[in-house]
């Protein structure tokens, strides 16, 4: 009992994640029905973003997580305008576009890899407190992957709700042609959304940095997260993606009851592979045009 | 108002359009008729910017707004009906007015819109809450109209408004359009093929075939049923 208990716990975390993953990944794919799969490695721009800022600049680690957000959205929002935005100007097929976004993470992987080498970066003199509730563990690390969550995902509900950008983003994500129609000038919401998209990734990245360190690669599993989130809740809804990261996370970890560890992402797997066969618009997804 | 001078337009290097010229004076309702792949949409999207002109000129109060963005021309005064759904099918009717409005600097000039717009069509008052996809097509044609109603737009350029919807509601809708016409001023150039309705709310029509304008002149002639079938 105790196990599943902290299993749950444990859910609970990485479904934060995973839903942090699934909010920046829907909050670019909505309105540009991008399929960026070069989020990962911005993803990870954000994490090594931090970590430079603390081991070379010397910042401490809440301004240097900072310029880690800055970083990935200033990357995210160069992608759109220089990679995808040409692209989407000639009118090329989403084909095309989902090469070129291959291209893309690839190359800027293997960028990572160059400037900071392929071992582990972890921030120095980093340890997180341990609190221990009853039979369940956890570390304040976890704790602020939910809290971030919670902080972000009403934030960015205030932002679409109220704001001028936020709204014209959902319309957008119902229907781009119309928002061209209403007067909405489409490609600066695109940005918005790849700048805003790439600031939610790096806030899971730098978590994951502070947690077990970052990696140039890794940003292929969280892109992958994000989309199985995504896809999971249903493409074009918000509420969907924060559903989808926590179903996945939590059915991920109430399988290591049974299973070995090693199937930890085959679960992510099947689970997605499960709703494209029997609810392919996802639980919350609002049937596509 | 408008003024559109051998334009031509098409997809890739496909040219569906060929130089056409089209003239919409201020306080008409101009007609725009055609069989099907004629060419209309085609053409109404790229006087409104939404596809680019591969030739021609396209001049609105004067002003040369070819290869203008759909942006400017929304805030400049046009607004675009398109055909099917005019709307945001997953947004409630009251948030699918409010960004009719997008463009409009003066949010205080809103509510009274709203009001004109209510009073127009009272369901969508009623509807006020409910998810635009889930209106009957009648009304969700009815919210197209409201939406671009809520930037006072000066012409409004509507493509087969009455596209599948029952004759007594088509009747509704061209008497909302000429309502519009007469009441604010508002110039329309629409593209109806159901011309029981729409003929006589016209003060011109222009007929398309294969991408040329092959009429354009008075509605009367066209009255007569076979004088509008040579036109086919
Ligand atoms: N996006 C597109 N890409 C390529 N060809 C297109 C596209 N849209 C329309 N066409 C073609 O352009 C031609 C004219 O289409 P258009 O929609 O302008 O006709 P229309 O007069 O509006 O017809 P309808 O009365 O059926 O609405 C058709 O042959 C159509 O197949
Ligand atoms: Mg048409």
């Known amino acids: 009992m105790d196990l599943v208990l902290q299993l749950l716990v444990n859910g609970v975390i990485n479904g934060s994640h995973y839903a942090l993953l699934g909010i920046g990944f829907g909050i670019i794919f909505g309105p540009t029905r991008i399929t960026h799969f070069a989020y990962g490695p911005i993803f990870a721009v954000g994490a090594y973003g931090c970590w430079a800022s603390v081991a070379w600049l010397g910042l401490p680690v809440p301004a240097a997580a900072l310029a880690g957000v800055l970083a990935a959205a200033g990357v995210g929002a160069l992608s759109y305008l220089w990679l995808y935005r040409p692209f989407e100007r000639r009118g090329s097929s989403h084909l095309v576009v989902l090469i070129a976004s291959l291209g893309l993470f690839i190359t800027l992987e293997n960028l990572i890899g160059i400037v900071f080498g392929t071992d582990t970066k972890v921030v120095p003199g980093l340890s997180p407190d341990i609190f221990l509730w009853g039979p369940v563990v956890v570390t304040s690390i976890q704790l602020w992957q939910v809290a971030a969550l919670a902080g972000i995902a009403l934030a960015l509900f205030a932002f679409l709700r109220r704001s001028r950008h936020g709204k014209a983003l959902m319309a957008m994500t119902d229907n781009g042609e119309m928002a061209q129609i209403i007067g909405i000038d489409t490609v600066r919401v695109s940005l918005t959304a790849f700048a805003v998209g790439s600031a939610v990734a790096a806030v899971p990245a730098i978590l994951i940095l502070l947690k077990e360190g970052a990696t140039p690669h890794m940003g292929f599993i969280a892109v992958f997260m994000a989309f199985v989130a995504v896809i999971v809740g249903g493409i074009g809804s918000f509420r969907g993606a924060i559903i989808g990261g926590y179903a996945v996370g939590i059915v991920e970890n109430i399988g290591m009851w049974k299973l070995p560890t090693e199937w930890q992402s085959t679960i992510a797997f099947v689970v997605l592979f499960l709703i494209l066969l029997f609810k392919p618009s996802g639980l919350f997804g609002r049937r596509v045009r | ?232």
């Not at chain 2, 109060?61 to 398109?82: H, L, S, T």
């Not at chain 2, 209106?135 to 408004?161: F, N, Y």
């Not at chain 2, 003060?203 to 079938?229: C, F, N, Q, W």
């Open chain 2, 1 to 232: 108002m408008l003024e559109a001078t051998g334009v031509a337009a098409g997809y890739g290097r496909k040219r569906i359009v060929h130089g056409v010229d089209l003239a919409v004076g201020k306080g008409e309702i101009v007609l725009v008729l055609g069989h099907n792949g004629a060419g209309k949409t085609t053409l109404m999207r790229t006087l409104f910017g939404l596809l680019p002109a591969a030739e021609g000129t396209i001049r609105y109060e004067g002003r040369d707004i070819a290869g203008r963005r759909p942006a400017e021309n929304v805030a400049d005064g046009i607004a675009f009906i398109p055909q099917g759904h005019g709307i945001f099918r997953t947004l409630s009717v009251r948030d699918n007015l409010d960004l009719g409005a997008f463009v409009e600097p003066d949010k205080s000039l809103l509510p009274e819109r709203l009001d004109t717009v209510f009073r127009m069509f009272p369901i969508l008052k009623e509807r006020a809450s409910q998810i635009g996809g889930t209106l009957s097509g009648g009304q969700q044609q009815m919210l197209a109209i409201g939406m671009a109603l809520m930037h006072a737009p000066r012409l409004v350029i509507l493509d087969e408004p009455s596209i599948g919807l029952a004759p007594n509601l088509v009747d509704k809708v061209m008497e909302a359009i000429a309502y519009i016409n007469r009441t604010m001023g508002t110039t329309i150039l629409m593209v109806e093929q159901n011309v029981k309705y729409s003929l006589p709310i016209a003060s011109r029509v222009a007929v398309l075939k294969t991408g040329r304008k092959i009429y354009d002149g008075p509605p009367d002639p066209l009255h007569d049923r076979v004088e509008l079938m040579k036109l086919f």
